[in-house]
């Protein structure tokens, strides 16, 4: 079995200003590995995956992730945050290659941006 | 938007009720997951189904059963709720299984 974990629960930073949400995952298989963002009272939507390839993906809104298999990492980062992207984001993990697909979620970090 | 729907979008009921979650998966998408959401467990995998047949299962109580309909909607069923059974509850699909999975709006349920 997999299991994510979500180094802070919350974190607050100042609009402009620069940010990471730490997520590290265990796993005996190989991983694919998911961002998602859930505004208030809205859905999941997802963020960036990484299926394979280059270890940095890039996803909406500007955010990007980078898989560290050593370190069993998956790091997400934006460079100047926005008011408007304050909301919960939870990672994620599925195994590599099943046919079943669940997701295992961390407990989900939430951001919020102060102007 | 997901192009995933889920109704109703709230759900207040009592304990010992039982009630019915609908999901209409993307056009196209063969896969549907239920996810239940509450602040104890996170986000938990409740079951999966893939084009009609029942595929994965994970902490799904007995109370608790789904189905996959053959136009590829799915209604999870909630009996003898209790109040711990109070949650969000997302429905995701995928073209196919293991797949990348894209969540609905989610099902607000709070028994009283």
Sequence with gaps: AQ?????????????????????????????????????????????????????LVKGINGFEAEFNKSQTSFHLRKPSVHISDTAEY???????????GRLYFGRGTQLTVWP | DSGVTQTPKHLI???????????SPR????????????????????????????????????????QQFPDLHSELNLSSLELGDSALYFCASSVNSGETQYFGPGTRLLVL
Excluded: H, M
């Design chain 1, 3 to 55: 299991s994510v974990t979500q180094l802070d629960s919350q974190v607050p930073v100042f609009e402009e200003a620069p940010v990471e949400l730490r997520c590290n995952y265990s796993s005996s298989v190989s991983v694919y590995l998911f961002w998602y963002v859930q505004y208030p009272n809205q859905g999941l939507q997802l963020l960036l995956k990484y299926l394979s390839g280059s270890t």
């Design chain 1, 90 to 100: 939870f990672c994620a993990v599925s195994s590599r290659g099943s046919t079943l």
């Design chain 2, 27 to 66: 056009s196209g998408d063969l896969s549907v997951y239920w996810y239940q959401q509450s602040l104890d467990q996170g986000l938990q995998f409740l079951i999966q189904y893939y084009n009609g047949e029942e595929r994965a299962k994970g902490n799904i109580l007995e109370r608790f059963s789904a």
């Design chain 2, 13 to 23: 009921t009592a304990t010992g009720q039982r009630v019915t979650l609908r999901c």
